[in-house]
């Protein structure tokens, strides 16, 4: 399955999966977090849909993003904003190529926000859409590293 743009809506969040046939279900915030549950050899999701990092401005916690790191997963990383092709492509290129290197994930993530800042320039809100919600203490998801 696909994604497509998440939303924020009554304080909860919102992601519609869609199939190859292109039908779509909506899921709530919840309901997309309990599809992790159990699962300790998760250590990062990166949630590549505009707006996957919306949270409500009443509850902490309301949102998909923040919610799958209050479930248990040491690290996600949602676009807060609409993210053009180009800026997506430079955000997998950078992140993943620092992640591989051992960067610990919030300097993974800056180095990346700077990658693009350099690219696209500060006047436009690209170096700011990717968000790290993290849990692990170190920054470190991988082991070995």
């Not at 949630?47 to 996600?76: D, K, T």
């Not at 990383?77 to 190529?97: G, V």
């Not at 859409?129 to 082991?143: E, H, N, Q, W």
Request: glycine share 8%.
């Amino acid at each position: 399955m696909r994604q497509i743009p998440t939303s924020l809506n009554n304080n909860q969040g919102y992601i519609a999966l869609v199939d190859q046939d292109n039908n779509s279900k909506l899921v709530n915030d919840e309901t997309f977090a309990n599809f992790f549950l159990g699962n300790r050899n998760l250590g990062l999701a990166v949630l590549n849909s505009c707006e996957g990092a919306a949270v409500s401005s009443h509850q902490v916690f309301a949102g998909i993003a923040p919610n799958l790191v209050r479930r248990g997963i040491p690290g996600v990383i949602a676009m807060q904003y609409s993210i053009l092709d180009t800026t997506a492509k430079l955000f997998a290129d950078e992140f993943y190529r620092t992640l591989a290197l051992g960067w610990t994930l919030d300097g993974a993530i800056q180095t990346t926000r700077n990658a693009i800042s350099m690219e696209v320039g500060l006047d436009k809100p690209d170096f700011a859409t990717p968000v790290l919600y993290m849990r692990a203490k170190d920054g470190r998801i991988m082991s070995g590293l």
